[in-house]
Every structure is written in structure tokens, then in C-alpha cells.
């Protein structure tokens, strides 16, 4: 603070010392407002009027074209000159009042002197104090488990906040420090003038624009005002039709959710046309250039996402499937668990959450399980092979039996079973049942098998495969030991003589 104290004083002597060889200044100049001729070469008339230097103009010629000895000068001199340059002999310097001027110089070198130290000493308090507050009174900024910002970046972000208030009152300070002392000396007035016109001159500017735009900014708030109450109304009216409450004939619950996001859209839409010319600049080339660079980027660098978005629209109003049915798209069988304008989500019966892009489930053959609205119910099917030598209506019967102790197989309509193929060693069995859980698909077929197994084996009926048959002559049965009678004996190889010839 002492070196800055002996700068300022320094800086303060050199302003006197310029103003009081400005005040004893005896030359008497005359400024008028149209150049002056001087018939004698080498003398300048000067002329009062735009800042600048002192620029010589050529010399006009005379009718025998010789060249005048008059020669003007125009002074596009600051206003520090024309303050300096009056026409009139200065008084003789006032040494009373320029101490006095010095006096009140000092005065404000030592308040900002004293508000620097202050400075010096809070801020430095004030970021150990914010410091002093992390995981106490400056919590972290979560959204449920989601930690946005943590008490530690919150501190740091609060304390290069204070260094930038620190900062910004400095140079304020400075700045409204400089033309005050300025202004304590005549000869340095006008350097006070432009300075603050450099600050007052944009504010001038930006509160007379503020004042001008707003009528616009009226209109915009009209607009946005009533859009905000307009997507309420929409929003609280499809919300009702998605749940019952208000029924519309031949528009489906469903589509409550992708209509209001379509209405909403075009709302928003109109909205922004409406909003644009009020908007500031919108008529200015380089908002325009923005615009069109930004509809041509989106256009080019969403292709996909608006195709995935028109995909799900078609899929939403074809009702191909709705969350929670069971289906299988392409090589993935589960349960919707998620459909939006851009993506498909389905829960596998591994428990696995596959996202089908909309495009991809819109160009793909779409199976649905689901048996909701379906009466009779979904029909669950698998195949045995059985030999020749069982007949097929104990065969049937086996089938019917063993499905009858499954959970979650209907009764009504009663299971059937088809002959779907006549091979070469054994009959193909398909047994039909209609189920009402087709998440459970997996698990159903899994009991079914199991109840097969246990009611061909308690009659005694061998479920084999047409190899094993082909060489059925002294292998042992496939029913298992305690399944099978007492006087069970495993048949031996049968071997057969032919006669030599010779």
C-alpha cells in the first residue's frame, strides 16, 4: 500500500505541475469557427472543432498560379484544447485553490487506499469462512441418489465467485477513481468526461433500447403466457382420456399419450412463429445465418431419431403392442416395458432389458403373446415322438393327462393333441393346452415337459428317440429301474443264422 501511496503522489504532482504550466500559459490565440489566413509564411491559424492533430492543408494558388504565402491549418483539437486555447490571457495560477484541489485528491487516494486494505483483509475472511461451511451449511445438490453437485465443488464454485466480486470491485473502483481525480484539475476535466462517457454512454444506449423493446417484450409475454396455459388445458384433457375418465369413441387410451406430444408440438410450433420477428435481431442477417445453419444441422444430424420418432407414432396407432404385453421382435421374446416415440424396451425372460430402436420394431415382423382381449386364450404347444408299437389313443390320452397338472393351464377349452408327422420309427405327438400367462411361457413349458415324462413313465410307455430304436435289439429299456415290473428282463441280441451256399 506504501508504493501505491508514493505512486499516487507522484501522480498528483505531475497533474499540478500540468495544470499550472497550462494556467501561466500568455499566448493569446484566437478560435473561431472558419480557418484563418495568415499572409505572413510560417504562421498557423488554428481552428476549433473535431479531436485530432494538427494537420497542414495545402496552400491555395493565386491566378498567375504562383502559391499563396497564406497557409491554413485546421485543428481538430480535443476538448482539452479548446479548453486550454480560449482566446483570452489566462489568469495567473490560483496556488489556494490547487492546494485545495490536491487536498481533496489526497483525500480520495486515501479512501481508495482504505477500501483496498479492507478488501485485502475481508475477502480473505470471507473465502476461509466459505470454506470453514463445506458438508455443514452448504449441502450437496442431489435429485433422489443423483449427486449433481457435490459440498466440495459447491465451496470452490463459491469461492472463485468471491475472487470474481473482488476482482470486478477493483477495477470499479479504479475506474470511478481516475476521473474523479481528474476532474479536480481544469487542465484535466476533460479527460473525466470522456471516461465516464465511455461507461454512461452504453448504459444510455442499452436502457433507451430496453425502453423501445418493451412492447415487444409485452407481446412475447402475452404469447408465452397463454401457450403455457393452452398446454395445460391439453395436457390435463388427454391425461383423462388415458385414464378412462373421459372416453372418446374410436380413440383408444393409448394414444392419449403420443397425441398430446404431437399436439403439443404443433402448439409450441405455432407459438414460436408467432414469437420470431418480436424476438431481438430476428431481421438481422447473422440471426437469420444461425438459423438456417441450425435447421441444416438438425436436419442432416437427425435423420435416424426422426425416423425412429415417426416409426413409434405408427406403432403407437397400429397398437401392434402395448406396455406390458408379451412379444417378439426380430430374435427377443419378453415383455414391453417401455414404448416411446424413439425406442422399444423389452424385459426378457432372462431378466435382461433389450432397447429396440422404433425403426428396427416398425421393419421387423412383430409377434404378440399377449392375451388380453383374446377369449380362448394363447395356445402353448410341444412335440414327443413315440413308437409304433404304442397306440396312438393311449397316446393321446397320456398327453391330455399329463397336461391336466400343470398350474396356470387352462382346462376350459380342453388341451388336444395333433399328429403332426409319421417318421420312420415313431409317430410326432403335438399336445396343445391354452394358457392365460404368457410371461410365464418358459416356466409352463418347463412343468409341461416334467408331467409328460412322470405319466408316459407310470404307464410304462417309452419316450425314445428313432436311433435308439434302430438298434433296440438287447439294450436295456429306457424307463427307469423302479418304474419298471418285476419280471422285467432285459432282451437279449438277437442273432440269426444263415445258411452257407456253395
Known sequence: MQRVMKIAALFLTLIGMLSAA???????????????????????????????????????????????????????????????????????????????????????????????????KLFPALYRQIKSGRDSFIPSIKIQKLE??????????????????????????????????????????????????????PLRSVGHGFLAYLPNVFFIGVIGVVTYYVVRLIGWLFAEIGKGTIVIPGFYKDWA????????????????????????????????????????????????????????????????????????????????????????????????????????????????????????????????????????????ALLVEASRGVKDVRTDPPPFVLQTALDDFSVRYELNVYIDAPLRMPGIQSDLHQHIQDSFTNAGVEIMSPHYSAIRDGNHSTIPAEKLPETYTQPPFKISTVPHKE
Not at 178 to 200: D, E, K, Q
Not at 328 to 346: D, N
Open 22 to 120: 497550462l494556467s501561466n500559459d500568455t499566448a493569446q490565440l484566437t478560435a473561431t469557427n472558419a480557418p484563418v489566413q495568415q499572409k505572413n509564411t510560417g504562421i498557423l491559424s488554428l481552428v476549433p472543432g473535431m479531436s485530432g492533430v494538427v494537420e497542414p492543408v495545402a496552400a491555395p494558388t493565386n491566378s498567375s498560379g504562383e502559391a499563396s504565402n497564406t497557409q491554413v491549418v485546421q485543428s481538430n483539437a480535443v476538448p482539452i484544447a479548446t479548453t486550454a486555447i480560449t482566446g483570452k490571457a489566462r489568469e495567473p495560477v490560483n496556488w489556494r485553490e490547487l492546494i485545495l484541489h490536491i487536498v481533496f485528491a489526497l483525500i480520495v487516494t486515501a479512501v481508495l487506499t482504505a477500501l483496498l486494505i479492507a478488501m485485502k
Open 148 to 201: 449433481l453437485l457435490s459440498s466440495s465443488r459447491i465451496t470452490d464454485l463459491l469461492v472463485k465467485a468471491a475472487k470474481g466480486v473482488r476482482i470486478g470491485l477493483t477495477v470499479i473502483l479504479f475506474y470511478f477513481y481516475l476521473p474523479l481525480m481528474f476532474s479536480f484539475f481544469p487542465a484535466t476535466r476533460g479527460i473525466a468526461t470522456v471516461l465516464f462517457g465511455y461507461v454512461l454512454s
Open 257 to 396: 399419450r403420443t397425441t398430446f406430444l404431437i399436439v403439443r408440438f404443433f402448439i409450441f410450433a405455432v407459438a414460436g412463429i408467432m414469437v420470431f420477428p418480436y424476438l431481438p435481431g430476428a431481421g438481422s442477417p447473422a440471426f437469420q445465418g444461425v438459423g438456417v445453419f441450425l435447421g441444416l444441422l438438425l436436419s442432416l444430424g437427425s435423420a435416424s431419431a426422426i425416423s425412429n420418432i415417426i416409426s413409434g407414432v405408427v406403432l403407437t396407432y397400429t397398437r401392434a403392442f402395448r406396455v406390458g404385453d408379451c412379444v417378439r421382435v426380430a430374435e427377443t421374446t419378453g415383455e414391453v416395458t417401455e414404448k416411446s416415440l424413439l425406442v422399444t424396451r423389452v424385459r426378457t425372460f432372462k431378466n435382461v432389458i433389450v432397447t429396440i430402436p422404433n425403426a428396427i420394431v416398425l421393419g421387423s415382423h412383430v409377434i404378440n403373446y399377449s392375451t388380453e382381449g383374446i377369449e380362448r386364450g394363447l395356445i402353448l404347444h410341444t412335440s414327443v415322438t413315440i413308437g409304433y408299437d404304442v397306440p396312438w389313443p393311449k397316446v393321446h
